[in-house]
């Protein structure tokens, strides 16, 4: 594949990976009361999924390349980054302290209470978006079929985080279309931080450079699967489902290495 097919691709898998909180929010237009065992489930797999291929592919790959201390200490630099951008973002304003879904949309709750928790939530991942989207796209300019994985393991955690977004913001309004179009925003954070990775990173592409970005990737992954991930599917209960859900993903990741 060209140069432009690659940055095309790239763009697309990250723009795909987006718009997955909408996935979200169309769920949350149908079902009023979305069961927390199915939140709990797919938060567990999307943590499975991202975990196994930051450690078997991503950062071996990277070692491969550019030797194994470069690759560790840019994995860690990742972890690093993706820490600061958590710690800027206040605790209440954090995706991994929101209340969970059924305790949101209790009828005793204020309805400017539950917008305004609807739209920091949409704030607060849309931060955390931002550098996923670097990922992803740094990942697939470098081999499209890890940017296809690593945008199919961060799709699956958008879709409850659109739920998370959208569901305070219907019953504080009313409005799908509000409750829509906020979720929506928060996951165009990722096509935005491809695009800026873009920008910035392809006048000085090289191997080195690319394989790099894909130990700084997995770092950025391992961090937002343990510190944000896990304990929120936790948070809901069902702990034995969140850990059959991190085995599936981590199978499903295996089984996807292994076929393509």
Request: net charge negative; hydrophobic share 55%.
């Amino acid at each position: 594949m060209s140069t432009s097919g690659s940055v095309v691709a790239a763009l697309a898998l990250t723009l795909l990976a987006g718009l997955s909180t909408g996935i979200g929010s169309a769920i949350a237009y149908f079902i009023r009361r979305p069961k927390t065992l199915y939140l709990a489930f797919a938060l567990g797999l999307s943590a499975g999924a991202m975990v196994y291929v930051s450690l078997v592919e991503l950062l071996p790959e990277a070692s491969g390349i550019i030797g194994r201390a470069t690759g560790v200490l840019v994995f860690f630099m990742g972890i690093l980054f993706i820490m600061i951008v958590d710690l800027l973002v206040p605790e209440v304003k954090n995706p991994h302290h929101y209340e969970g879904t059924e305790e949101a949309v209790a009828p005793h709750h204020d309805e400017r209470r539950l917008m305004r928790a609807g739209i920091m939530t949409a704030v607060a991942i849309g931060i955390h978006n931002f550098p996923e989207g670097l990922a992803t796209f740094t990942s697939a300019l470098s081999d499209t079929r890890l940017g296809a994985l690593i945008a199919f393991a961060i799709a699956i955690h958008n879709v409850p985080e659109g739920i998370a977004v959208s569901v305070p913001i219907f019953y504080a309004t009313s409005s799908r279309n509000k409750a829509f179009f906020y979720s929506f925003l928060s996951g165009m954070s990722e096509p935005i931080g491809a695009l800026l990775g873009f920008l910035l990173l392809l006048p000085f592409l090289t191997p080195e450079l690319l394989a790099g970005t894909l130990a700084f990737a997995a770092g950025i992954m391992i961090y937002i699967s343990l510190d944000e991930l896990l304990p929120t599917a936790h948070r809901y209960g069902h702990e034995h489902l969140v850990i059959s859900g991190v085995i599936l993903g981590m199978l499903i990741m295996a089984v996807s290495l292994l076929w393509l």
